[in-house]
Every structure is written in structure tokens, then in C-alpha cells.
């Protein structure tokens, strides 16, 4: 599930590594794009790379997110940020993580390409913190659809910080 604002010069990477990392996996799976009010190529980009599109007109992430999970039919649910790569491993991780029990979780992020020095701290403490704090970052979460529901989801209500309301429940 991809929720998306205006991405049209980012998506196609992100799609790209979505589908990579998802055959590698070699089963079943969809990739669908939550486009939020979008004014831009974000939707035709979307379906020009084969995802499922579901329009939503919230301007605000946890919806998008709500909804993007709400069309998607399977029950291992994977959120991706609109700007972010991920790899087979992480992927792979995920998935294993939930067939093996696990509610949810998330991974470690690692920025790409020339950072300005604030970035680079950011990035030298930010996973060692999360992983302190018992956080995932949210540009990708995963959790079992059946706890995604017990918990109805994504806060709506929330502007910011939708990601750690929902481990936190």
C-alpha cells in the first residue's frame, strides 16, 4: 500500500523496487496506490506500472493509508512511503516476519544520495534510537490485516504520527 500526494517524480522508483521485491519473493501479491487528492501524473504513473489505484480526497496520510489497505485484498499488508526504495530483503523480512507470527513491524531506513550534514546525523542516530524506542520508521511498516483491524487501522484524526499511534495500539 503506497499513499501518495503529487509523486510523480518519485513514484516510478518506488514502484519499480515494490514490484522487483515482491516477484523475488515468487507469490501472489498487489501493489496498490492510494492517491490522495492528487493534481499531478501520480495515478497514470501508478497504473502505467501495473498498481491498483484508489482515489481518496482527504489530504491526510492516515486516510490514504486506511483506504489504500481497505482495497487491497490480501493478508499480509506492506505500507510504503511514495518516495521510498525498498529491497528484496526488507520485503522478504516482512513477509517472513508475519507468516512466523510477528503483528507487525518495520525496518531500518537508509537515506540515498547527497545528504547535507543534518541528514547525515539524522541518519547516524535515528535507527539506533527507533530500534531503543521499540519504533519502525514510517515510510515502511507491515503488519497481519487481522490485527490491522482489531485496531481499526490508521488513526484519522491524527495529523502527524499515525505510525507510532498504531504500534502503540
Known amino acids: 500500500v503506497i499513499p501518495a500526494y503529487n509523486e510523480e517524480d518519485l513514484l516510478a522508483r518506488t514502484l519499480r523496487s515494490a514490484d522487483g521485491s515482491a516477484r523475488a519473493l515468487g507469490v501472489p501479491f498487489e501493489v496498490v496506490v492510494a492517491d490522495d487528492a492528487s493534481t499531478d501524473r501520480t495515478?497514470?504513473?501508478?497504473?502505467?506500472?501495473?498498481?491498483a489505484v484508489v482515489r481518496v480526497d482527504r489530504r491526510q496520510i492516515a486516510a490514504a493509508r486506511n483506504a489504500g489497505a481497505k482495497a487491497a485484498g490480501g493478508e499480509?499488508?506492506?505500507?510504503?512511503?511514495a518516495d521510498t526504495?525498498?529491497?528484496?530483503?526488507?520485503?522478504?523480512?516482512?513477509?517472513?516476519a508475519m507468516r512466523e507470527g510477528a503483528v507487525g513491524g518495520g525496518c531500518a531506513v537508509r537515506f540515498d544520495g547527497r545528504l547535507p550534514f543534518y541528514g547525515r546525523l539524522i541518519e547516524t542516530f535515528i535507527v539506533p534510537l527507533y530500534r531503543a524506542m521499540g519504533l519502525a520508521a514510517g515510510c515502511f511498516l507491515f503488519?497481519?490485516?487481522e490485527a490491522?483491524?482489531?485496531?481499526?487501522?490508521?488513526?484519522e484524526t491524527l495529523a502527524v504520527c499515525e505510525d507510532y499511534d498504531l504500534w502503540l495500539r
Not at 490491522?148 to 488513526?155: M, P, Q, W
Open 43 to 51: 495515478a497514470a504513473i501508478a497504473r502505467e506500472h501495473g498498481a
Open 148 to 155: 490491522f483491524e482489531a485496531v481499526g487501522g490508521f488513526d
Open 143 to 145: 503488519c497481519r490485516r
Open 85 to 96: 526504495v525498498v529491497t528484496p530483503e526488507a520485503v522478504r523480512s516482512a513477509v517472513a
Open 76 to 81: 499480509l499488508l506492506i505500507f510504503v512511503d
